[in-house]
């Protein structure tokens, strides 16, 4: 019978863990959860560069809009190295690159009355265009970005410009 005593004591069962697996444990969790961390701080800068990316195309689809709208209400367009368009109220609107950036300029009895600068990616270069072939004058712009700042390919715009409007 001592020998049966003996034997349930040696042959107890666990109920706990040992120190060396809790920190076993520990340690994998800590790795993990650095590794999720790192992981979600680049995610979210991702995040924050395609926020950025999207509002400044955001801006360029503001200022074509409003470039289609200047000039459907042109009744003159000249096209050099800039782009000015002649409202019928005697309005001047330029269009030029200033340090690679958009800039609109309205001139009235040539004063100018407002300046507006589209602080979007840095220009390379703008091309102005206007294609005579079909009933109505075509107006064609081309937005062409810097590769250093910007990857992103370049905008092309059409505008129609009324029957009336004299082009160069």
Known sequence: MDNLVGTR????IRTGFTLIECVAVITVVGMLLSLSSVLLHRAFEVHRGALVSFRQLQQVNSWCDRLREDASQAIEANTDDSLTLTRGNS????????????VRSLLGDGKMLNQETCDSWPLAQVTWQVD????LPL????????????????????????????TR
């Open 132 to 135: 005579r072939s079909g009933k």
């Open 91 to 102: 309005e001047v609107i330029r269009y030029t690159v200033e340090q690679q950036r958009l």
């Open 139 to 166: 107006l064609v712009g081309r937005l062409e970005f810097s590769t250093t700042e910007s990857a992103h390919a370049p905008i092309e715009w059409l505008a129609r410009l009324p029957r009336i409007a004299n």
């Open 9 to 12: 004591r040696n042959h107890r």
